[in-house]
């Protein structure tokens, strides 16, 4: 059985940065894509980034585009998400979620896509 647990999260001020990490265990990671969603307080899931398990190509949210970078090491089951330049509005409960189909921009951020969630790990941008 897949699974996927998520580490790195914590309290940061705006501007600052947090680099989660993503491990999967159970199967080869390689097989998978890797999708970052955050959930904020009061709303719903959202997806962030998505990297695709055939060629690790990246896709991210608008929210992320030029300021978080995922990336994947398959040779340590382990996918990233570098984040920078943080803001009070990426607050939330970040999850990692793995899935069998490359990343699709159509579809990549539907949380129906992906088989496996982890737990979550809680990032906190404020001053």
């Known amino acids: 059985q897949l699974q996927v647990v998520e580490s790195g999260g914590g309290l940061v001020q705006p501007g600052g940065s947090l680099k989660l990490s993503c491990i999967v265990t159970g199967d080869t990671a390689a097989y998978y894509s890797i999708a970052w969603f955050r959930q904020a307080p009061g709303k719903g899931r959202e997806g962030v980034s998505c990297i695709s398990s055939s060629d690790s190509s990246t896709y991210y949210a608008d929210s992320a585009k030029g300021r978080f970078t995922t990336s994947r090491d398959n040779a340590k089951n382990t996918g990233f998400l570098q984040m920078l330049s943080l803001k009070p509005e990426d607050t939330g409960v970040y999850y990692c979620?793995?899935?069998?189909?490359?990343?699709?921009?159509?579809?990549?951020?539907?949380?129906?896509?992906?088989?496996?969630w982890g737990q979550g790990t809680q990032v906190t941008v404020t001053s």
């Open positions: 979620a793995a899935g069998i189909l490359d990343c699709h921009e159509a579809t990549m951020f539907r949380v129906t896509e992906y088989d496996y």
